[in-house]
Structures are given as structure tokens and as C-alpha cells.
């Protein structure tokens, strides 16, 4: 390439950057990325790590002039770049790394791009001690941090297998992905690690652990290893031990599992709890032997089929993996703890909630634009979510539900699905028209709000509700009538005006309690003036 070639390059890819957001993968995206090789080196006297990625590229229909990345360039340096043996120019700046495709490369064909680099990271790989003043070293990449020290398509809509080949000092041990292939020593006081996953994941789970970890396997079938810090072995073994009763009953409803492993891992993170497919990261803090995190790995485990496995299409879709997340924990207390004690979880989420819309009145589940990624962790992606999805199995039935759940996970498995998908699975198994019910819980800001009044009068009793909000819901909830005989009457009742009476036939009544079980999120409210 001349020196003009080169500057007219150089410039159109300043053009170019100006307008790109790596936080979002181009809607324009020609290529698949299938597979990620990082070849890592690690030490013990600088926190500089030097990598050579080998992204094996696919082109589909088309080839684009340029082969974008995300790659942030604050303490990264790109030394060599080459497209199979073809050394090519690039450009690197503001977090995107902008490659010149060659021209021999075909539509259909595919293609290895061969980066070599070194630096400190600035972000995704967390490079401090652990609280026995070990050194450690841990990928922490959600929502979008891998690209800080990896080149990747730092979105969820992009998927591929993996590998890490990570050389270390000698003394430590290292957890990734997929399944071990070997682990070897290399040098005097040097070893490899390599770890391969042939399912494919998105970047924000995919990640290494590097610490001076001791095992132990915790189930009979070899699928759950804890790797724990050695000086706290014992109290993070106790609060693993109940991960192979939580995986067999989330397993159990899901007919399977995706991965070939479900590891815990005692990290020195910040997250409470992060879900890299196979190998779970809990942070060293929340690790004190007291058995405080069963409903977190509950959590995380449930992340490895929806999250992990199936993937939101975008941001706005994370709903897919945190609030079927949020079901399964809830699932796992109602099972393992008892009704009552889901009752009086699910009493603080909905206060949550409510208190979080009063504040942002007009966040939804499906939240649109996406400017801080951050910001999506909160109760709607969450706890709403997840009691949406109890709404849903209310309203449909348990088996349908189960049908509706499996159904949407083995057509998108190892795949991406939006929230429309989800909708259009439900309406499928179920063979109803579920619009208006996603409509108010996904698109609908707030919650419904209704008054009530009771009044009995010759075998009847005459309940008026009255939706206070502007929008009118549709809700299926139970009816709890207690008789003076002491017998007790139970009706399902749908609610679908913004003024409504329902007639019980029953005998006196000495009570009246509307949605007993708290199935509906929002508020009944007693009119006792009426």
C-alpha cells in the first residue's frame, strides 16, 4: 500500500470510529466470529499480559472492506496483525480495532485473524489479591468489558466456541470454559493451561480464573468441581456444598443441562455472583460459611440454560437472562424452603419494584434506548421479571408452563432469541393469545392498582373493583371467601374492565381475601367507604 493509499485508509476509518459505539454490534454485521483462540501469558512480576488472539472468521454473503472489532486501546498495543499469512493494516482507536479484510478473501469462505498484543488492562481482567494477600487473576467481562483486553464482538448477539491456552508461574491453577485438554509444564517454573468449550457463548461469559486454587469435586458424576482459596477452604466448601442438590433440581425441570461442567469458583470479584458459562465466579466476601448464597447459586446455575445457553438478542432483551434467572431462584425456595418462605421473599421483591417504578415511572421490562448498560441491573430486569414468569405459569398452568419453558430453550439453545420469540413460543405451546398479557407486563410501565368493595346480600357476593391506573389491565387472580360456617369458597376471576362487579353465589360471609397467594404484582386496595 503507498503512502497516499495509507493515509486515505487512515482516514476513513477516523471516519468511521467517530460514528461507531462498541457497546452495541453493528446492525450492518457481515462476518461471524466462530471461534476464539487466546494464547495468554501471565506473571508474577508485572501486571502486562501478552496475548495472541486467533479469530476464526467466517464471511457469509458478503466480505466487508473492513473487519471490525472491539478492542479497547487504553493499555493494549497491537504488535502484529495478520490475516492468515497476509500481514495487514489496521487502525485502533477510540475502544475499535478496524482491520483491512484482503481482497482474496471470498463470500462463503472463511478466514483466521491473528492478532498479537500486549499491555495492562485497563478493565475485564481483574489483576489484584485475594484476602490471604494472594495474587489472582480473573476475567470479570459483564456487560461489555471483555473487549478491554480481549478483541471481540463485545455484545451477546455474538456467539462462538472458545479457547484458552494460558501460561502461568508453575504454582497456579487455572479454570475456563468448556473442558480441560491438558496442563503441562512448559519451562522451568512455567506451565500450560488450556481449556476448550465447543458450545457457543457469548463474550460477557466467557472468562479464566487464575489463582493458587485447591479442588474438590462435589457430585458423584464429576460435573461440579469447587475451586476455592486454600487458607478458606473450608468455610467456601460449606457454602458450596448444597450446589449439587440445586443443580440436580434445576436440572430436573429442565430436562438437561447445556454445558459439560457447572464449577464453582471463589474469585476476587465484585459482582455477587457472575455466571460464566460452566465455571460460576462468586466473590471471596460472600464466602463466610454460613450458608448465605444458596439462593445465589441458584441464581447463576439457573443463568447456564437462559443467559448462557439461550442468549438475548440485545440489551434490551437481557430480561431473557436475569428475570429466568430470578424465576429458578424463586423456584428453588418454594421447593427447598417451603411456600411461606417464598411468600415472604416475594412480599420484599414486590416492594422493590413498586418503590423503583415510584422512582422511574416509566422504566419496563423491555427497556428502550440502552444507554448504560450498568443501569439494566435493576428490578425490572430482575424481580419483575421473574414474577411475570410466575403470572404466566398462573395464568396458563404448570405443565403448559413447563412446555412453554422447554420449548423456547430447545429452539434457541446455543442461539440468540429476543423477546418476541419468547412471545411467540408462549402463544404457540399454549395455543392462546397471550399479546395482551405481555403487553402490560413487558411494554407497560408501573402496575396495576385496584380498589375493591364487598357487600353480601341473599346467597351473593357482590365484589366492585375499580382500576385506579390509566391503563387498564387484564388479571386472572383467585378469590378467597371465608363462609360463617367455616367452609371456604375459591373462584378464579378475570378483571379485564376498568369498573367491574363479580357475583359469588356463597353463604354469609365472615371474610373476603383477594389473590391470596399474591400471584398478581400491584396493589388491592380494601375501599372501606362503599
Known amino acids: 500500500m503507498s503512502l497516499v493509499q495509507s493515509c486515505q485508509f487512515f482516514f476513513l476509518c477516523l471516519l468511521f470510529l467517530s460514528n461507531y459505539s462498541y457497546s452495541q454490534r453493528p446492525a450492518t454485521a457481515v462476518f461471524d466470529i466462530q ?228 464449577d464453582q469458583v471463589e474469585s476476587s470479584t465484585r459482582f455477587g455472583g457472575m455466571e460464566n458459562a460452566g465455571n460460576i465466579f462468586y466473590p471471596e466476601t460472600s464466602l463466610t460459611g454460613e450458608q448465605q448464597i444458596n439462593q445465589t447459586i441458584a441464581h447463576e446455575i439457573g443463568h447456564q440454560w437462559f443467559g448462557d445457553a439461550v442468549t438475548e438478542a440485545d440489551w434490551a432483551d ?68 421473574g414474577w411475570m414468569l410466575r403470572m404466566l405459569r398462573y395464568q396458563v398452568g404448570e405443565n403448559t408452563f413447563q412446555k412453554i419453558i422447554l420449548a423456547f430453550y430447545e429452539q434457541y439453545k446455543y442461539d440468540i432469541a429476543s423477546t418476541q420469540d419468547f412471545i411467540a413460543a408462549a402463544n404457540e405451546i399454549s395455543k392462546a393469545n397471550l399479546d395482551k398479557f405481555f403487553k402490560q407486563w413487558f411494554y407497560t410501565p408501573g402496575a396495576p392498582e385496584i380498589w375493591y368493595s364487598w357487600n353480601y346480600k341473599k346467597g351473593i357476593l357482590n365484589l366492585s373493583f375499580e382500576q385506579q391506573t390509566n391503563f387498564v389491565y387484564q388479571l386472572e387472580f383467585d378469590i378467597q371467601v371465608e363462609q360463617k360456617s367455616g367452609s371456604t369458597v375459591n373462584k378464579r376471576v378475570l378483571l379485564s374492565d376498568k369498573t367491574q362487579v363479580i357475583e359469588i353465589p356463597c353463604e354469609r360471609v365472615s371474610d373476603v381475601e383477594i389473590d391470596p397467594n399474591n400471584v398478581i404484582l400491584g396493589k388491592f386496595t380494601r375501599n372501606e367507604f362503599e
Open 35 to 262: 471461534n476464539y483462540q487466546f494464547d495468554i501469558v501471565l506473571n508474577d512480576t508485572s501486571d502486562v499480559v501478552a496475548v495472541t488472539a486467533v479469530l476464526s472468521i467466517h464471511y457469509p454473503s458478503s466480505v466487508p472492506e473492513f473487519t471490525v472489532l472491539d478492542f479497547a486501546n487504553a493499555g493494549m498495543k497491537v504488535k502484529t496483525m495478520f490475516f492468515g499469512e497476509k500481514e495487514v493494516d489496521y487502525v485502533h482507536r477510540s475502544d475499535v480495532l478496524r482491520i483491512s479484510t484482503p481482497n482474496t478473501i471470498q463470500s462463503g469462505e472463511s478466514a483466521d485473524l491473528i492478532v498479537t498484543y500486549q499491555g495492562v488492562p485497563s478493565d475485564g481482567l481483574v489483576i489484584s489479591q485475594n484476602k490471604h494477600g494472594e495474587r489472582t487473576f480473573f476475567a470479570e467481562h459483564w456487560p461489555n468489558r471483555a473487549h478491554h483486553w480481549l478483541p471481540v464482538i463485545d455484545h451477546p448477539s455474538e456467539k462462538a466456541t472458545c479457547e484458552f491456552r494460558v501460561t502461568t508461574p508453575a504454582k497456579y491453577q487455572v479454570v475456563a470454559n468448556g473442558d480441560l485438554q491438558s496442563e503441562e509444564l512448559v519451562d522451568a517454573g512455567w506451565k500450560q493451561t488450556v481449556w476448550k468449550m465447543s458450545k457457543p457463548i457469548s463474550s460477557k461469559v466467557m472468562v479464566i480464573g487464575v489463582a493458587p486454587f485447591v479442588t474438590k469435586t462435589l457430585d458423584r458424576e464429576g460435573m461440579i468441581k469447587a475451586w476455592v482459596y486454600k487458607e478458606s477452604q473450608a468455610l467456601a466448601l460449606h457454602d458450596f456444598s448444597e450446589a449439587p442438590a440445586i443443580y440436580e433440581m434445576l436440572v430436573d425441570y429442565m430436562k438437561g443441562y447445556p454445558f459439560s461442567k457447572c
Open 318 to 385: 437481557l430480561w431473557i437472562s436475569e428475570g429466568f434467572a430470578t424465576f429458578f431462584e424463586n423456584y428453588w425456595v418454594e421447593r427447598a424452603l417451603g411456600p411461606d418462605s417464598l411468600f415472604a421473599k416475594l412480599q420484599k421483591e414486590e416492594k422493590k419494584i413498586l418503590d423503583f417504578q415510584r422512582e422511574n415511572p416509566n422504566q419496563m421490562i423491555v427497556q428502550q434506548p440502552v444507554e448504560n448498560l450498568n443501569k439494566l441491573m435493576n428490578p425490572m430486569t430482575y424481580d419483575k421479571a
